[in-house]
């Protein structure tokens, strides 16, 4: 049976969340053959010792890759963001990976996997260095100013990519992202996503939206001037493969109001963090008032409430 190859690079305040996705993947793929790789600076040994219990329940092959921090120390990560010094080591997977290793799918940590990734991972990426999904935000026209590169060729998110490690290795697109972000540090505003959108626009294949279902698509009307991008988002809101919690509306915040906490807390509950707290956060009062707000703005007709906003609709 073919190995299905999995890259994540949680930090020990990641590990519960990468722990439940992992738990979501294995309960969705128990046909597949998999085989999970992650990459850390370093983990607490709690940290090693739940992902290897996880591995051995699912009997899953888990390997670990230390990576040296040295080697991002030009990555900006700046007061406010998000996102550890983690967020960069993706883009050296190509050299640290195993040798017989050709490709492989990375997931973001604050993602569900609601369905088989079978299909997703025999996409034929031949010829590109990798394949994704478009990002929620793809129309801002700031990011290509921003990155300086045409708007024709889509910026995509790097939550979900199945990377084609030959052609980076063959092309040495690790180095070149480095030399990237080393020469224009002011550009690179969102980590690695900025970094691999701005060196390989022109080699990358688009992806379907229900493998990379982010909460932008979800509260966001596209259907007046990308037509075609609402009708796929629609459709993958339905029954998405993979659903990915982008910005700061994560569902592990108390009175979490995303659509898909449910998908979230479902995962939980059947995996060894069913009983991680979740957390109060600035950011779920923000949220609610956010919510509150566009629910007004809907009732009195102001905006139209998007097609795509599927709030406790869900099963």
């Not at 996409?123 to 990011?143: Q, T």
């Not at 060729?153 to 070149?176: E, Q, T």
């Not at 919510?291 to 009195?300: D, G, H, K, S, V």
Request: aromatic fraction near 14%; charged fraction near 25%; include cysteine.
């Amino acid at each position: 049976m073919e190995i299905i190859n999995i890259l994540c690079t949680p930090d020990d305040n990641y590990i519960p969340y990468c722990g439940i996705m992992l738990t979501s993947l294995f309960e969705n793929n128990k046909d597949l053959n998999i085989c999970v790789y992650v990459m850390c600076e370093h983990l607490e040994e709690k940290s090693i010792a739940d992902l290897k219990w996880l591995s051995e329940h699912y009997n899953v092959d888990l390997n670990f890759i230390i990576v040296n921090k040295e080697t991002f120390k030009e990555c900006p990560i700046r007061t406010g963001d998000h996102v550890s010094i983690a967020a960069y080591y993706r883009l050296i997977a190509s050299n640290v990976l195993p040798a017989h290793i050709n490709k492989i799918l990375y997931l973001d940590c604050d993602i569900i996997v609601n369905g088989s990734i079978k299909e997703l991972y025999n996409y034929n990426i031949e010829g590109f260095a990798f394949g994704a999904i478009v990002d929620e935000a793809f129309f801002d026209s700031s990011k290509y100013e921003r990155l300086c590169y045409d708007k024709q060729y889509s910026h995509i998110n790097s939550g979900v990519i199945l990377f084609n490690i030959d052609y980076w290795r063959n092309n040495h697109i690790a180095a070149k992202c480095l030399e990237y972000i080393s020469r224009y540090p002011e550009r690179v505003k969102f980590h690695d996503q900025d970094t691999i959108n701005a060196v390989l626009h022109k080699e990358i294949k688009l992806l379907p939206i229900k493998y990379n279902l982010q909460t932008g698509f979800l509260l966001t009307d596209y259907s007046k001037h990308f037509e075609k991008e609402m009708v796929e988002i629609l459709e993958a809101a339905k029954e998405p493969v993979i659903i990915h919690y982008t910005g700061v509306s994560k569902p592990w915040y108390k009175d979490s109001k995303h659509p898909y906490t449910k998908r979230f807390l479902y995962y939980k509950s059947m995996s060894l963090w069913k009983d991680y707290p979740l957390i109060k956060n600035r950011a779920s009062i923000y949220n609610r008032f956010i919510q509150i707000r566009n629910e007004i703005i809907w009732f009195l007709g102001i905006k139209k409430r998007p097609k795509s906003y599927i709030i406790d609709k869900q099963p």
